[in-house]
Nanobody
Framework: VQLQASGGGLVQAGGSLRLSCTVS????????MGWFRQAPGKEREFVDG???????YYADAVKGRFTISRDNAKKMVYLQMNSLKPEDTAVYYC?????????????????WGQGTLVTVSS
């Protein structure tokens, strides 16, 4: 199973970016997916997740600003990020889980992609 994240870049505070995650080697429709991020000098943290059934979960820090979605036919997962803040600067990772009990726990995830860097300037 391979996950590949893309779409990162440099954006000004208040701007928007959309990250994409391409999934190969596994049927996406039966996979729970999530986004995590890791800022310089900090631990990796949960951003959001979407179950195979479409239920979504968001960290408080991004609720109302970020939206996770999935297109099973295209085997793609998206992270729409609006109203970006400098504190959103991080490497963003997409991850997949066969089963999960707590979407926000990174140990629930079986598959990880390489990260894509998001830099938000003030």
């Amino acid at each position: 199973v391979q996950l590949q994240a893309s779409g990162g870049g440099l954006v000004q505070a208040g701007g928007s970016l959309r990250l994409s995650c391409t999934v190969s080697g596994r049927t996406l429709s039966n996979t729970n997916m999530g986004w995590f991020r890791q800022a310089p000098g900090k631990e990796r943290e949960f951003v959001d997740g979407i179950s195979s059934g479409g239920r979504t979960y968001y960290a408080d820090a991004v609720k109302g600003r970020f939206t996770i979605s999935r297109d099973n036919a295209k085997k793609m997962v998206y992270l729409q990020m609006n109203s970006l803040k400098p504190e959103d600067t991080a490497v963003y990772y997409c991850a997949g889980a066969t089963l999960w009990r707590e979407a926000w726990r990174d140990y629930e995830y079986d598959y990880w992609g390489q990260g894509t860097l998001v830099t938000v300037s003030s």
